[in-house]
């Protein structure tokens, strides 16, 4: 069993800063690419940042320069620091890693069960 649980969502005005974190826990042999995306109402689940095992990072063009993923290998954790933030920010986060549980030698996608991000204008 692998879960990952989100935190950090909340309300917050145009131009705040809020951080997000996703742990993730269980039989985990190997945590390979970290992700956070986004769903807005109305819309396609999107790639907001991607992080590699080896911390390469790649970014949506829309948050280049305001956000920030990073990951903590110790502890099986990803981050996104989200500054500068507008109200076409305002989605559900999730985040999804690529895990290889113990004693198999498939790579699975997992995700979170997301949390709400609001930038009120």
């Known amino acids: 069993q692998v879960q990952l649980v989100e935190s950090g969502g909340d309300l917050v005005q145009a131009g705040g800063s809020l951080r997000l974190s996703c742990a993730a826990s269980?039989?985990?042999?190997?945590?390979?690419?970290m992700a956070w995306y986004r769903q807005a109402p109305g819309q396609q689940r999107e790639l907001v940042a991607v992080?590699?095992?080896?911390?390469?990072?790649n970014y949506q063009d829309s948050v280049k320069g305001r956000f920030t993923i990073a990951r903590d290998n110790a502890k099986n954790t990803v981050f996104l620091q989200m500054n500068s933030l507008k109200p076409e920010d305002t989605a559900v986060y999730y985040c999804?890693?690529?895990?290889?549980?113990?004693?198999?030698?498939?790579?699975?996608?997992?995700w979170g069960q997301g949390t709400q991000v609001t930038v009120s204008s």
């Open positions: 999804k890693a690529d895990i290889t549980r113990m004693w198999s030698v498939r790579i699975n996608p997992y």
């Open positions: 269980g039989s985990i042999a190997r945590i390979n690419d």
């Open positions: 992080i590699t095992s080896g911390g390469s990072t």
